[in-house]
């Protein structure tokens, strides 16, 4: 049973482009959960998805940023016009239906943006 | 909503000590208190957590204690090796709501 998995590990845009980071659940798990990490902080919530659903965005900054998590495919946070306080680490972690609330993270995707 | 405060932000041990990291939270209703390691550019790792119906769980050298009365919960790690190094985070959540809060984290550092 694979872990969750995010990609791509890296990335690095420049000021104004688009980042594009996806999250695929551990098998069976249809609770999505995305969290940033900026350098020698802890994990800040961003948003919390169930397929094809938002249940809680309330840590997602109001403008440039979205998700989705759709019906067939990996969950997807979009980050428009990335400016260099973007720069961080994005993990997501997934539970399974019948949370008892355990996460399990992903590897990660390491944003930079120069 | 939630406020979850960690201390201390490093710690410092010798190999075959105790250490022990103690976290805060602001939210009453929060029932679900995890602990994650996080070793260096790596994901954090779940290594333990407690519900409040429990006042202590152990695993092996690590236990968790929580004191819903006082909002704390602490992270025990016995006999400490150079392996658990890292950086542990606390968190809480609370009932029927997924999202967890974290703290700042700890570095501990165990040395030879």
């Known amino acids: 049973n694979a872990g969750v998995m995010q990609n791509p590990r890296h990335l690095v845009r420049r000021r104004g482009q688009e980042a594009r980071l996806r999250c695929s659940p551990m098998k069976g798990h249809s609770h999505v959960y995305w969290y940033r990490q900026l350098p020698e902080e802890g994990l800040k919530f961003m948003v919390y998805l169930q397929k094809e659903n938002i249940i809680d965005e309330s840590g997602m900054p109001k403008e440039r940023f979205s998700a989705e998590f759709p019906k067939e495919g990996p969950s997807i946070l979009r980050i428009q016009q990335v400016v260099r306080g973007d720069s961080a680490a994005y993990f997501c972690?997934?539970?399974?239906?019948?949370?008892?609330?355990?996460?399990?993270f992903g590897p990660g995707t390491r944003l930079t943006v120069l | 909503g939630e406020n979850v405060e960690q201390h201390p932000s490093t710690l410092s041990v010798q190999e075959g000590d105790s250490a022990v990291i103690k976290c805060t939270y602001s939210d009453s209703a929060s029932n679900y208190f995890p602990w994650y390691k996080q070793e260096l550019g790596k994901r954090p790792q779940l290594i333990i957590d407690i519900r409040s119906n429990v006042g202590e769980k152990k695993d092996q050298r690590i236990a968790v204690t929580l004191n819903k009365t006082a909002k704390h919960f602490s992270l025990h790690i016995t006999e400490t090796q150079p392996e658990d190094s890292a950086v542990y985070f606390c968190a809480a959540a609370s009932s029927g709501y997924s999202t967890l809060t974290f703290g700042k984290g700890t570095m501990l550092l165990v040395s030879p």
């Open positions: 972690a997934s539970s399974p239906q019948n949370t008892n609330n355990e996460q399990f």
